[in-house]
C-alpha cells in the first residue's frame, strides 16, 4: 500500500478484556515495528520483526502483550485482559530493512482506552 | 539503560526566529540519528537524519552532530507557526531499533 495502515483507529474496551490491534505495512518493507505511545510521553519500543528472523520482544512490558507477522506483511498486537495502564496509542511503523537509510515511515495509530 | 534526552519544553519562539533543539545520547555506538515532527494527536514524521558529524541542511532545517561529544540538534530557522510541534530525537540504539528521546514542544508565536 501507500502507507502503513493501522486498524481500527480507536478502541474503546472493558478492563480484562482482549484486543487486537492490526498493521498492515509499506509494500517491501520488510521490517515493522510496534511502538505505544502514552499521553504526553515518549515513543516506547515493543517488538520489531525483520524478514523471516526471530522477533525482537524486548519491550513487550508483560506476558499479556503478543504479537506475531504473518507471511512477512501483516501484523497483529494482542493483549490479553487489558489493563487501565494499557492505554496508550499503539503505533506501527515499517522501513526497508534494518539500514534505517530513511528512518521509519508510521502508521496513524490505534487509540486504545481501556475503562 | 540506554537513554536518549531531551528538554520537554515548551520552547517558545517568535515567527521568524531561529529554533534550536537538543538532543544527547547515551549510547558511544550509535550510528543513525534522525528528526521526527509530531503534530498533537497526529503520528510522527521523519523531517530530518544525519550519519556523519557536522551538519546537514535541508530547506529551513540543519541538522548537527557531535558524536565525541554524544550530542545532536536540531535548528529550524525562519520559524513559522506551522512548525509548532513537539520534536522527536530517535537514536539508533541497534540494527534496526530506534530509541526515541521524550520529545520537545516547539510554539512559535506569531
Known amino acids: 500500500g501507500a502507507g502503513v495502515s493501522q486498524s481500527p483507529s480507536n478502541k474503546v474496551t472493558e478492563k480484562g478484556k482482549d484486543v487486537e490491534l492490526r498493521c498492515d505495512p509499506i509494500?517491501?518493507?520488510?521490517?515493522l515495528y510496534w511502538y505505544r505511545q502514552s499521553l504526553g510521553q515518549g515513543l516506547e519500543f515493543l517488538i520489531y520483526f525483520q524478514g523471516n528472523s526471530a522477533p525482537d520482544k524486548s519491550g513487550l512490558p508483560s506476558d499479556r502483550f503478543s504479537a506475531e507477522r504473518t507471511g512477512g506483511s501483516v501484523s497483529t498486537l494482542t493483549i490479553q485482559r487489558t489493563q487501565q495502564e494499557d492505554s496508550a496509542v499503539y503505533l506501527c511503523?515499517?522501513?526497508?530493512?534494518?539500514?534505517?537509510?530513511?528512518?521509519?515511515?508510521f502508521g496513524s495509530g490505534t487509540r486504545l482506552t481501556v475503562v | 539503560q540506554k537513554e536518549v534526552e531531551q528538554n520537554s519544553g515548551p520552547l517558545s519562539v517568535p515567527e521568524g526566529a531561529i529554533a534550536s533543539l537538543n538532543c544527547t545520547y547515551s549510547?558511544?555506538?550509535?550510528?543513525?540519528f534522525f528528526w521526527y515532527r509530531q503534530y498533537s494527536g497526529k503520528s510522527p514524521e521523519l523531517i530530518m537524519f544525519i550519519y556523519s558529524n557536522g551538519d546537514k541542511e535541508d530547506g529551513r532545517f540543519t541538522a548537527q552532530l557531535n558524536k565525541a561529544s554524544q550530542y545532536v540538534s536540531l535548528l529550524i530557522r525562519d520559524s513559522q507557526p506551522s512548525d509548532s510541534a513537539t520534536y522527536l530525537c530517535a537514536v539508533n540504539e541497534s540494527w534496526g531499533k530506534l530509541q526515541f528521546g521524550a520529545g520537545t514542544q516547539v510554539v512559535v508565536t506569531p
Open positions: 549510547d558511544r555506538g550509535s550510528q543513525s
Open positions: 511503523a515499517s522501513s526497508y530493512g534494518t539500514e534505517l537509510l530513511n528512518g521509519y515511515t
Open positions: 509494500s517491501g518493507h520488510t521490517a
